[in-house]
C-alpha cells in the first residue's frame, strides 16, 4: 500500500493521513486489501511519519515501513517487508481509497491464473486529441484504457523487475515488468477507483 506521497496538490499535508469520512485515508485500502483476502498488508509511508502511520493499525497483518526518494524506491521497500513465501504482491495507491473488494481479488484471480503482471482498467470516456507544434489532432480512444491500482504480481518476477529497474524512472510498476520482458495483462477496473488528488476529490 503506497502511501509515502505528500500531498502537495491536495494541500493538506501527507496525503494518506487526511481524514475521509471520520478516519485516515490509507485505512480505507487496507480494510479493503485484508477483506479481499490479503494475508500480509505494507503500507509504505513518508520516512517521518511512519510511527504515525502505525498508530492507525492494531491488526497484527498491518506492517508499516518508510518510503524513498521516488515511488519505486518505495515500492521496493514494501516488497521487503513482504514475506519471501508470497507469491502473489498486490501494490495499491492508498490515494484512491474507494476502490472495491471485487477489484483485489480479480487482480489477484489473474496473477494466480498464470499472469506474471495485472492492472486493472476502465475505458477513455473524454474525447482525446494529440497537441504538438504542426496543430492538434483526434485520437481513437477505441483502444485506450485507463489504468488504475491494485496492480497485481508473481512475487519472484516482481521482485527480479524492480530489482534490475534501480536508478530508472518508470511510470507504474506495471512498467517495470514490461521493461524485464514480461506481458502485462488487464482485467475490468472500479469506476469507484479513482485517485484522490485535488480537495474536490475528497467530497
Known amino acids: 500500500m503506497v502511501a509515502a506521497g505528500s500531498g502537495v496538490r491536495l494541500g493538506a499535508g ?15 485500502s487496507v480494510a479493503t486489501a485484508l477483506a479481499a483476502g490479503s494475508d500480509v498488508v505494507v503500507v509504505v509511508a513518508p520516512p517521518d511519519r511512519v510511527a504515525s502511520f502505525a498508530a492507525f493499525f492494531s491488526d497484527p497483518r498491518v506492517t508499516v515501513v518508510a518510503g524513498g526518494a521516488a515511488r519505486q524506491d518505495s515500492v521496493r521497500a514494501g516488497l521487503a517487508a513482504i514475506p519471501a513465501s508470497a507469491g502473489v504482491v498486490l501494490v495499491h495507491d492508498a490515494a484512491r481509497p474507494l476502490a472495491g473488494v471485487d477489484v483485489f481479488q480479480r487482480v489477484a484471480a489473474a496473477v494466480r491464473a498464470g499472469a506474471a503482471a495485472v492492472v486493472p482498467v476502465l475505458p477513455a470516456v473524454d474525447s482525446i486529441r494529440r497537441v504538438g507544434p504542426a496543430g492538434t489532432a483526434p485520437v481513437d480512444r477505441s483502444d485506450l484504457r485507463r489504468v488504475q491500482t491494485p496492480q497485481g504480481f508473481a512475487a519472484a518476477a516482481f ?31 472500479d469506476p469507484d477507483g479513482f485517485k484522490v488528488t485535488e480537495p474536490n476529490d475528497l467530497v
Open 14 to 28: 501527507p496525503k494518506g493521513a487526511v481524514p475521509l469520512g471520520g478516519r485516515p485515508l490509507v485505512t480505507w
Open 159 to 189: 521482485r527480479a523487475a524492480h530489482a534490475a529497474a534501480i536508478g530508472l524512472e518508470l511510470t507504474d510498476d506495471a512498467t517495470v515488468m514490461e521493461r524485464a520482458g514480461q506481458a502485462v495483462a488487464v482485467v475490468d477496473g
